[in-house]
């Protein structure tokens, strides 16, 4: 890995206070409040939920009581710098366009929004270019309309919101369940049974924060996360299986078939790019390194999603086609697993 992409992964320390000797017992959130110029609760809370406030080098709720001596830091995955979005003329595929919201069919490789190592080449670019006035949300300059993500490399549907209301609307339907959303997954190994329900609190790994792992519920660190899933077919060392969301954790369908011991096909960060099942045969490895070029990353797809018009209040569902990539390592799966 170069200089440059060790970069982009790096911690950054914004700021760091160490509480006095008399220091009165007071939640954190409001402790930062009174350090840390031009911040609202909301974006401490924010913050807090991505476990980048550390009390003595672990990560704290905003709950939390600050306590004499405590070493407080807040870290983020980029600089201290400004954002700015620009509009940038980069082609997207609109699978449905109406007065309330849009739905888009991401490429593998395209970043949803500008952070650090990424000013530029995002799916949010792109749709200040092509849509005008997109809701805010929150402080996030960056991110306008966006009620939800997925990673950079995995592909699929994602709804953007034209207005306030449907911002609202659409961010209600995910928070409280109603959406649907479903994903194909090729992951590694014989999936034992033919469906099944994952379940384990995820959050984000105190020895690496660049990934998420589950806790144990008796643990208090994570937050409760549901992936259904079902197989569709198999290939012998390789499953392909649909997962359905019943929540939306960050990683969260890579981190359960991680915990189920199935990681995700060519996931970098999870293990998944390096041969997990099979033979030791030389052409067998050379096979899954030409699997492994034609994606860019975790075999990962959001196909389909489902939402509420938020002004006609009529259900809408949508189906994408799988990259051509993920095709074609479905079509090379398909003719390996008939070999004998």
Avoid at 268 to 282: A, M, Q, V
């Amino acid at each position: 890995m170069s200089t440059e992409e060790n970069k982009t992964e790096e911690l950054f320390e914004h700021y760091n206070f160490t509480a006095d000797p008399g220091q009165d017992l007071l939640r954190i959130d409001k402790f930062l409040l009174l350090r840390i110029p031009k911040i609202s609760r909301n974006k401490i809370q924010l913050v807090a939920k991505d476990n980048n406030i550390l009390v003595n080098d672990k990560p704290v709720k905003v709950s939390y009581k600050v306590r004499p001596g405590d070493v407080i830091s807040v870290v983020l995955p980029y600089p201290v710098t400004e954002f700015k979005l620009i509009a940038e003329d980069i082609p997207l595929d609109i699978v449905y366009d109406d007065d309330q919201l849009i739905i888009v069919n991401k490429k593998e490789g395209m970043v949803v929004h500008p952070g650090f190592g990424n000013y530029s080449g995002t799916l949010m670019n792109a749709l200040v270019y092509h849509f005008d006035n997109l809701p805010k949300r929150d402080d996030f300059e960056t991110r306008p309309g966006l009620v939800h993500r997925i990673d950079k490399n995995t592909s699929g549907l994602l709804v953007i919101a034209k207005t306030e209301s449907a911002l609202s609307n659409l961010s209600k339907q995910f928070a409280n369940r109603t959406s649907q959303r479903r994903y194909w997954a090729l992951v590694w190994g014989d999936v034992a049974e033919d469906e099944g329900t994952i379940t384990g609190d995820i959050g984000r790994s105190q020895k690496d924060r660049k990934v998420y792992r589950v806790y144990d519920e008796e643990e208090g660190y994570g937050k409760h996360a549901i992936t259904h899933y079902k197989v569709i077919e198999r290939f012998r060392y390789v499953t392909l299986v649909e997962c359905k969301l019943e929540t939306g954790r960050t990683h969260q369908i890579r981190v359960h078939f991680k915990q189920l011991g199935h990681p995700l096909f060519n996931d970098p960060e999870y293990g998944g790019d390096r041969i997990l099942k099979g033979t030791t045969f030389t052409k067998y490895k050379q096979f899954i390194n030409n699997c492994f070029k034609l994606i860019k990353g975790q075999a990962l797809h959001a196909k389909t999603l489902g939402i509420t018009q938020p002004e006609t209040n009529e259900f809408l569902e949508f189906t994408s086609e799988l990259p051509e990539g993920f095709e074609q390592l479905l079509t090379k799966w398909r003719a390996y697993s008939l070999l004998d």
